[in-house]
């Protein structure tokens, strides 16, 4: 099976930076598009990064030039910096992934979240 580990959340200032990263293990034959989301009590989960196998990018307008997505083989990175109290979230990995167990599919597969809280 395919697992995602997300690392990297935790509390911070207002103005500072944190950076989350998801690692992709297990019987992995291709990864497709991964992706962060963001979820809150009070707001649907929303998408605030995507990075393509190709590596372009798109960004929620919201973090556009204060987050950067990246990817190094299986692990997806996000690169958090001049971090809101709005940005206060559960952030997801998300990662499209053909295993041995479901070629020739891709499976969607998640990670258990972690949060990231901004202090004003």
């Known amino acids: 099976q395919v697992q995602l580990v997300e690392s990297g959340g935790g509390l911070v200032q207002a103005g500072g930076s944190l950076r989350l990263s998801c690692a992709a293990s297990g019987s992995i034959l291709e990864i497709n598009v991964m992706r962060w989301y963001r979820q809150t009590a009070e707001k649907q989960r929303e998408l605030v990064a995507d990075?393509?196998?190709?590596?372009s990018t798109k960004y929620l307008d919201s973090v556009k030039g204060r987050f950067t997505i990246s990817k190094d083989k299986n692990t997806v990175y996000l690169q958090m910096n001049s971090l809101k109290p709005e940005d206060t979230a559960v952030y997801l990995c998300y990662a499209s992934v053909q295993s041995h167990q479901s070629f020739p599919t891709f499976s969607h597969y998640w990670g258990q979240g972690t949060q990231v809280t901004v202090s004003s």
């Open positions: 990075i393509a196998p190709g590596g």
